[in-house]
Nanobody, 126 residues
Framework: REPLRESGGGSVRAGGSLTLSCDASEYVSCMTWFRQAPRKERDGVASIDWRGITYYTDSVKARFTISRNNANNVVSLQINNLQPEDTAMYYC???????????????????????WGQGTQVTVAS
């Protein structure tokens, strides 16, 4: 199966909520959710490390919540008050290694990550 597999996307109205899930084949220390809109670059939006410390971009921190369940290797992204600008493919990604001194300055960089899921589509109508 896929090393990382996303699920939970869908089409919703503005103001609605979704919870995305990333199912990993095995334990991963760190994971980041990225998104890519049709005409924009891929951006990291939220991350969580092995201690449960979370990171968010300023643009989403008020509405997005990342969490992890180490028992089943699932990392979730809860998105509240969805807006049309949230429309994108959402990907989860895992690095080869993460350390507490490097992760705070690299969790949002695509080059940090070796493993990517196939993505799950989120579409928000006005």
């Amino acid at each position: 199966r896929e090393p990382l597999r996303e699920s939970g996307g869908g089409s919703v109205r503005a103001g609605g909520s979704l919870t995305l899930s990333c199912d990993a084949s095995e334990y991963v220390s760190c994971m980041t959710w990225f998104r890519q809109a049709p005409r924009k670059e891929r951006d990291g939006v939220a991350s969580i490390d092995w201690r449960g410390i979370t990171y968010y971009t300023d643009s989403v921190k008020a509405r997005f919540t990342i969490s992890r369940n180490n028992a089943n290797n699932v990392v979730s992204l809860q998105i509240n008050n969805l807006q049309p600008e949230d429309t994108a493919m959402y990907y989860c990604a895992a690095p080869t290694i993460c350390t507490d001194d490097q992760w705070p300055k690299s969790w949002y960089l695509s080059s940090t990550f070796k493993y990517w899921g196939q993505g799950t589509q989120v579409t928000v109508a006005s």
